[in-house]
Every structure is written in C-alpha cells, then in structure tokens.
C-alpha cells in the first residue's frame, strides 16, 4: 500500500511570485486536507477536499487555492507569495472528511 | 472556537525513565482525538485515535487515554528512538468535514 506523496520535498521562492505543491492520496483514500506548519509550531488547517470539491476552509486568505483531481490527488497554489508564507506544507488523506487522517513528508517552502 | 494546550512544551528523560505527555482541549463535540509523532523536517506519523471518555489505546511502550477535557500519553520505559515531538489533534462534530486543531506539541528527548 502506497502512503501519501508529496512533490517538490524543498523550495524556494521570492516575494509575490506563485507556487504550486502537489500531493497523491493513499491508495483507497477520497479525502485530501491541506495543512501549514510554521517552525515550532502545530499544523493549521488550511483546507479539505472531498471527490473534488472544497468542502471547507480554515483561516486563510483566498490566495490559497486548491484543486483535486478525479483520482483524489490534489494541488495547493498559493499566489503573491509573502515572507510569512515561508513553512512546512502538508498534505494528509483520509477515507472520510472525518476519518484519521495520514500524512505526507510535506513541502518546505522558503519566501525570500 | 476550539482549542488545544499541550504540556510540557519540552520533557528530557534517561533511557528507561516513564513520564507522561498531557493534552488540554476545549471543542465543542468531540468527535475524535488523535496523537501523532513527527521527526524534525518530516510529516506526522499517525499513532492514536481515541472517540470517547474512558478510552485506552496501546502501542508499544506508548499508552493514550482520554477524559472529557484531556487526554494523556504515557510512556513507559523510553528509548532514545522514542525521541520526536508529540503532537495531539482534536477533530470537532458540526461540521461535515475533518478540521483538526493542533497543539504547539511536546518535545522529547530521550538520553541513553
């Protein structure tokens, strides 16, 4: 059984540009959510998806965008890049929404 | 809004001293609790799921148990492999998909 993947594992970016991070699903697994982890700190949520559709949302503005595919994979874009953007991305799936979610390796992204 | 305190923010112990790690949330609904363990750069590893007041999981020399308003996790006779921060996640009813909320984690560090 394949684990959640993510790609690219490191990046770096400056100010205003956009970025695009890219998770695949465990095998079996319908539900994708996206999480930022700032240094030494808890995961925050960011955003789920459930057979392709956003089905709901943290704290975060909408320069934070989504999408998940019909094989359950998915994308977070993130546009006008900021310093603070600067962190861990994960990305976890689940059965269900409200299921025990797995995690990915993340995607260490660094704004200059 | 839901919340999750985690305590001690950092424990050191000798190779076969057992403590415990607490977990403090408020949420309104709990709908699952959840303990992960993450190396530092990497995504967290899944340890626990616990649903109700009174529940015990075990895995190895790690025990969690919940109450109404914390949950514990106890380990007993660690060894410097158990070294990771130990994170704990509530998921909360009303809403149909799986947000979870995270504590700032624990820090172990385990000396042989």
């Known amino acids: 059984e394949t684990g959640v993947t993510q790609s690219p594992t490191h990046l770096i970016k400056t100010r205003g540009q956009q970025v695009t991070l890219r998770c695949s699903s465990q095998?079996?697994?319908?539900?994708v959510s996206w999480y930022q982890q700032a240094l030494g700190q808890g995961p925050q949520f960011i955003f789920q998806y459930y057979r392709e559709e956003e089905n709901g949302r943290g704290n975060f503005p909408p320069r934070f965008s989504g999408l998940q595919f019909p094989n359950y994979s998915s994308e977070l874009n993130v546009n006008a890049l900021e310093l603070d953007d600067s962190a861990l991305y994960l990305c976890a799936s689940s059965v269900q929404g409200w299921e025990t979610q797995y995690f990915g390796p993340g995607t260490r992204l660094l704004v200059l | 809004e839901d919340q999750v305190t985690q305590s001690p923010e950092a424990l050191r112990l000798q190779e076969g001293e057992s403590s415990s790690l607490n977990c403090s949330y408020t949420?309104?609904?709990?709908?699952?609790l959840f303990w992960y363990r993450q190396d530092p750069g990497k995504g967290p590893e899944f340890l626990f799921t616990l649903y109700s007041a009174g529940e015990e999981k075990e895995k190895e020399r790690l025990k969690a148990t919940l109450t109404k308003k914390e949950s514990f996790l106890h380990i007993t006779a660690p060894k410097p492999e158990d070294s990771a921060t130990y994170l704990c996640a509530v998921l909360a009813g009303g809403t149909s998909y799986g947000k979870l909320t995270f504590g700032q984690g624990t820090i172990l560090t385990v000396h042989p």
């Open positions: 095998s079996g697994h319908n539900t």
């Open positions: 949420v309104s609904g709990l709908r699952g």
